[in-house]
Nanobody
Framework: QVQLVESGGGLVQAGGSLRLSCAAS????????LGWFRQAAGKEREFAAGISRSGRTYYADSVKGRFTISRDNAKNTVYLQMNNLKLEDTAAYYCALSAGIVLSSAREYAYWGQGTQVTVSS
């Protein structure tokens, strides 16, 4: 059984930065796609960023140029560096692990973390 634990969320002013981490346990994450999704209050969960087994990255248009996803297979950890944060980035952020190949579809991800809250203030 895979467990994912996110950390690094918090309160930040608009224009600031945060770095989220997600540590996997139970099996090596190196053979899987890893993704970050987010869910704002009253809205559906949406894709933010994904990284393939080979390190190819993919971003939602809303975060492109501001967010960077990376992975450290030796540490079984995936990161999300978030810069120039905006009010609309406020959400619970979830990391997820997939054995599939489509990075942006939540249906492809079988394992999910519990989420970490990011709140951007003006």
């Amino acid at each position: 059984q895979v467990q994912l634990v996110e950390s690094g969320g918090g309160l930040v002013q608009a224009g600031g930065s945060l770095r989220l981490s997600c540590a996997a346990s139970g099996r090596s994450s190196s053979g899987y796609v890893l993704g970050w999704f987010r869910q704002a209050a009253g809205k559906e969960r949406e894709f933010a960023a994904g990284i393939s087994r080979s390190g190819r990255t993919y971003y939602a248009d809303s975060v492109k140029g501001r967010f960077t996803i990376s992975r450290d297979n030796a540490k079984n950890t995936v990161y999300l560096q978030m810069n120039n944060l905006k009010l609309e980035d406020t959400a619970a952020y979830y990391c997820a692990l997939s054995a599939g190949i489509v990075l942006s579809s939540a249906r492809e991800y079988a394992y999910w973390g519990q989420g970490t809250q990011v709140t951007v203030s003006s």
